[in-house]
């Protein structure tokens, strides 16, 4: 069954519970989405469901996109993005919105990270860097040495250095569903999700539950 959903997120706030304790709540505008596209193991060889959110102007959509969802009789959508489903007992053209999520409900949010430009390694990988005594004068916030000599001679792929932070798809895992407002399209998740106000996420069940 199809347990996800495409939204924005629109910033975070406070509810009480019972106790009067404070829980941040990250609030997600989620939905409406519409189902455009439906895979088959028939057909495609693994099963998914596509959806669609946001409706734009036709003219903001390339002539393949706008007539991919004209087949099927569906509004011009900006967002199209695939969710594995197993069994999507769907169909082309349903409407999926909030209320697809209960309170309670474990999820995970993905989205993109803030971009935060070119950092040291300092800053972007918690480095340690120099020692301020022994005469160091400009190796304080240095990364130091990541290689070895003659063998390899160079510095591995992937090592941790300077480089562009941020900016990344980023998934934030086994978040609770603390508010669920189905007539605004609304989802409520206790603490942090990923990306800046207005930043598109997708919302799935949870992997780790």
Known sequence: MLKGLIGKKVGMTQVFDENGVA????????????VTQVRTQEVDKYTA????FEEVKPKRLTSGRFGHLKKNNLPPL??????????????????VKADLFVV???VDVIGTSKGKGFAGAMKRHNFRGGPITHGQSDRQRAPGSRGSGTTPGRVY?????????GNARVTAQNLVVAIVDADRNLIGVKGAVPGARGGLVLIKEARKQ
């Open 23 to 34: 829980i941040p709540v990250t609030i997600i505008e989620a939905g409406p989405c519409y």
């Open 49 to 52: 469901v596509q959806l669609g």
């Open 78 to 95: 900006r967002y199209l993005r695939e969710f594995s489903v197993k069994d999507p007992q769907v169909n082309v053209g349903d409407e």
């Open 104 to 106: 309670g409900d474990h």
């Open 157 to 165: 792929k992937g090592a941790k250095g300077p480089g562009q932070m």
